[in-house]
Every structure is written in C-alpha cells, then in structure tokens.
C-alpha cells in the first residue's frame, strides 16, 4: 500500500461528463433504495459516512476501507451529489462498475499538507 497522509489513501476516481450517460443508464437497474446500497458496503466489511457540506451545497459520501475488508484496506472512496440516493450510488458505481469491486486506484497523499 501506497504510504499517505494519516496511512489512509484516497481513491482516485472520478467520473467525467462522458461517463454520465454510462452512470445513469446503469442507476436504471442498480439504484434501488439507501438501505439497499449501504448495506451492500457494510456487508463488505466497509464503513459508510454520509455528512452534508454546506459549502458544497451537496452529501459527501465516504466508502472507508476497514481491516475487514478483503480490497482496499484504509482507502477512501468518495461520492458527491446534491441528492443523497445519487450520492450513494454515485459510490457503488464506482466501486462496482469502474473497479470490478476490487482495488480502487489511489492518489499518494505524502505531499499534502493541511
């Protein structure tokens, strides 16, 4: 594992405007209910962190990897939307879809400061 900030480290995963189509196809199916989707992180071993960010104007949903979990051990995924079913699948989608639900890739923190 990558050495970071605080030994945790970010995902680097983002979505562009041209995977929004792909993302919204897919939430059709694959979005069903908040119970739902953070279920299937918990079970995983994952933690779930939903917080609102009044600067932002929107949820900020974190996927933290504990030492429960088979991938991403001390990683961070995160996830944000004005609304928080989106936000939340917004995060399975990228755990699932984008990475297979396995190793999300990740940024080397060592160099931030603050």
Request: proline letters at 1%; a negative charge; charged letters at 20%.
């Amino acid at each position: 594992m990558k050495k970071s900030y605080n030994a945790m480290s970010f995902a680097a995963l983002s979505l562009t405007s041209a995977d929004e189509k792909k993302y919204r196809d897919w939430a059709v199916d694959n979005t069903s209910d908040a119970q739902s989707l953070i279920n299937g992180f918990c079970s995983q071993g994952y933690k779930v962190s939903i917080t609102w960010v009044v600067e932002s104007n929107a949820f900020c949903v974190s996927v933290i990897g504990t030492e429960d979990c088979i991938a991403n051990k001390r990683a961070i995924l995160t996830s944000w939307s004005d609304d928080i079913l989106e936000a939340l699948s917004i995060a399975v989608y990228k755990h699932v879809v984008m990475c297979d639900s396995g190793d999300w890739p990740t940024q080397d923190n060592t160099q931030r400061w603050g």
